[in-house]
């Protein structure tokens, strides 16, 4: 199969999906790159951020104001590459309506029908939501790719039903280029604009930026597996055929960092890359609501083996190094 000469973003003015752009505009200078979103709560301004950051000056793509599904007037017979990172994000959104069908309903059928009838690429955003807490949680292990199917809210929930799509269609076609990745706590530039939704790192920063103790869940040793958004970038790539392997293979993959890291290594590496002393804004620490506790995920962590084995790609960044330099580019940009 040639490789696509045209490569679509929906979700594009997004956190991933505007570095996602940006790294398909470095990747494949000579291709036509296509940012999907209707801003409702992506902006304008992390594309110019991940320009910037990547050092490819201005913004280069072309940027189509619209919902997501304008994807499907877009996508013809030529072969074209497809990140799909558009969806209801907003884990506190409660209709349940709604949450499947902007992100698992028709339009995702017709994407998936689209892929197989003209032989496109596609790499898609699920989420570690759809593990919900599976008993390798309590034993603090690995989530493998089995232990999913159990959500603990409807936004994973969506991306379970999203799975069950595709891997129906990898049923009809084993050979469908088509790439599931379960995002885990993913933090970096670009999240200014996620609001509620933005990671922990970037949340504790603007808090001590503003002078503010850091709040933690007593005691802060639940762990999270903390990815950084350059390899979430890079394993999307791998999953287009642009990493190391070229012909990745299909399916659904873990993407984290492949490593726990406690809240409190978090904080910790916050205040460094703040330049603050240990003993500056001393963390508070209070008890988790029991609204918070019956859904609440203690440990996550991805079992990052298949996602070497399928994709060839292995995670580049130590969280905890990663979330000090972080914090100190935070700094740089505060206003």
């Known amino acids: 199969m040639p490789e696509p000469s045209t490569y679509i973003v929906t979700g594009g003015?997004?956190?991933?999906?505007?570095?996602?752009?940006?790294a398909l505009s470095r990747a494949r200078p000579d291709a036509q790159i296509i940012c999907i979103d209707d801003?409702?709560?992506?902006?304008?301004?992390?594309?110019?951020?991940?320009y910037e950051r990547h050092?490819?000056?201005?913004?280069?793509?072309?940027?189509?104001?619209?919902?997501?599904?304008?994807?499907?007037?877009?996508?013809?017979?030529?072969?074209?590459?497809?990140?799909h990172m558009a969806a209801i994000t907003d884990t506190t959104v409660e209709d349940q309506a709604q949450m499947l069908d902007d992100n698992a309903g028709p339009a995702w059928d017709g994407l998936l029908e689209a892929v197989l009838e003209a032989g496109?690429?596609?790499?898609?955003?699920?989420?570690?939501?759809?593990?919900?807490?599976?008993?390798?949680?309590?034993?603090?292990?690995p989530f493998p790719l089995s232990a999913a199917g159990k959500p603990d809210?409807?936004?994973?929930?969506?991306k379970?039903?999203?799975?069950?799509?595709?891997?129906?269609?990898?049923?009809?076609?084993?050979?469908?280029?088509?790439?599931?990745?379960r995002f885990f706590n993913v933090f970096g530039p670009g999240e200014s604009n996620k609001g509620a939704m933005a990671s922990m790192a970037y949340k504790l920063a603007q808090q001590m930026l503003a002078g503010t103790a850091p709040r933690l869940f007593t005691p802060g040793d639940q762990a999270r597996d903390q990815v950084y958004?350059?390899?979430?970038?890079?394993?999307?790539?791998?999953?287009?055929?642009?990493?190391?392997?070229?012909?990745?293979?299909?399916?659904?993959?873990?993407?984290?960092?492949?490593?726990?890291?406690?809240?409190?290594?978090?904080?910790?590496?916050?205040?460094?890359?703040?330049?603050?002393?240990?003993?500056d804004l001393p963390t508070e620490y209070f008890e988790m609501p029991a609204s918070v506790r019956r859904f609440y995920q203690d440990f996550t962590l991805a079992d990052m083996s298949e996602t070497e084995r399928g994709l060839g790609f292995i995670p580049?960044?130590?969280?905890?190094?990663?979330?000090?330099?972080?914090?100190?580019?935070?700094?740089?940009?505060?206003?």
Request: net charge negative.
């Open 55 to 83: 050092e490819l000056g201005p913004v280069s793509c072309e940027v189509v104001a619209q919902d997501w599904t304008y994807l499907l007037t877009l996508i013809g017979h030529k072969p074209v590459g497809i990140v």
């Open 316 to 335: 580049r960044h130590d969280p905890v190094q990663t979330i000090e330099a972080y914090a100190a580019y935070l700094k740089r940009h505060h206003t």
């Open 13 to 22: 003015a997004g956190f991933v999906g505007s570095n996602c752009c940006a």
């Open 120 to 141: 496109h690429t596609l790499v898609y955003a699920s989420s570690a939501a759809t593990y919900g807490t599976p008993p390798h949680a309590a034993e603090q292990k």
């Open 229 to 279: 958004v350059d390899d979430v970038v890079d394993c999307v790539l791998a999953g287009l055929g642009l990493g190391d392997v070229k012909t990745p293979t299909p399916g659904v993959y873990n993407l984290g960092s492949g490593k726990p890291t406690t809240f409190n290594q978090l904080t910790d590496a916050v205040r460094e890359g703040l330049g603050l002393e240990p003993t």
């Open 153 to 158: 809210n409807i936004y994973g929930f969506s």
């Open 160 to 181: 379970w039903v999203m799975e069950n799509s595709h891997r129906r269609v990898q049923q009809y076609d084993a050979n469908a280029s088509i790439v599931g990745l």
């Open 39 to 50: 801003f409702r709560v992506g902006s304008f301004r992390n594309l110019i951020e991940a």
